[in-house]
């Protein structure tokens, strides 16, 4: 990121305690005369995303048109854009001098923040909550919260098999009941907050199946998505879909 002179003539101190600047092409972009600089932005519609030259950042949803292909740290292969939008699009900052992607679809709070952030910047009212934080205009961004990447489990052929033959079995288990109906049903609170995480189960033997999880398999079948988040992706700049 490259930030521009703080100008002292524009400065303000009310809504934050110290002296900032709110920047014209961004009014929720705020510069610090400490030299850390956030983003508190939350409705980032299509016009707001888009590149902001003089900062050397840009704004993309992940299922834009210029939203550049992602990478986890340290991997060659990019992310499919169906794991990142699988729960809807997820607006992202883009560093372009450090070639790295945080999220914007939080902001920060006790909870999230950790000690990187320094407490003025936590748990901010309307309009001013933190997004994005910058320490310095040498800094890597930090995002409130992590990407979210969902996608299919990896599992083996014989993994894929065993699952199969589990469910079959619960589901004929369930018939062979005196009243199905009241077990899938009627008993639905018994057996609706079981998980049914499909690697919990690839070792599992049907015999040590707990009767909720034999109904909830029965049912609901198996949840076959992982999640896994990153606080940052990296990303080149040439590269486009």
Sequence with gaps: MKLPEFDR???????????????TFGDRFIQFDTGEFVIC????????????????????????????KLFVPHETKPIPKSHLNRTGMQVLLLDHDHQRAVSLEGWMTKDNAGARIPERFIDRGAGRSVRAYYAGPDAFPVGAVPITRHFPHPLTSEQRRHIVELRNACTVWIQMQDNPAALTIEGRREHRDVQTRVDYFVNTPFRDLTTPQRIAIAVRGFDMIKLETNPWLTFKKEEKE
């Design 9 to 23: 003539s524009k400065m303000f101190w009310d809504n934050w305690q110290a002296f900032y600047v709110i920047h």
């Design 41 to 68: 932005q939350n409705r980032w519609h299509p016009d707001k995303r888009r590149p902001y030259n003089d900062l050397h950042i840009q704004v993309v949803g992940t299922d834009d048109r210029d939203c550049p």
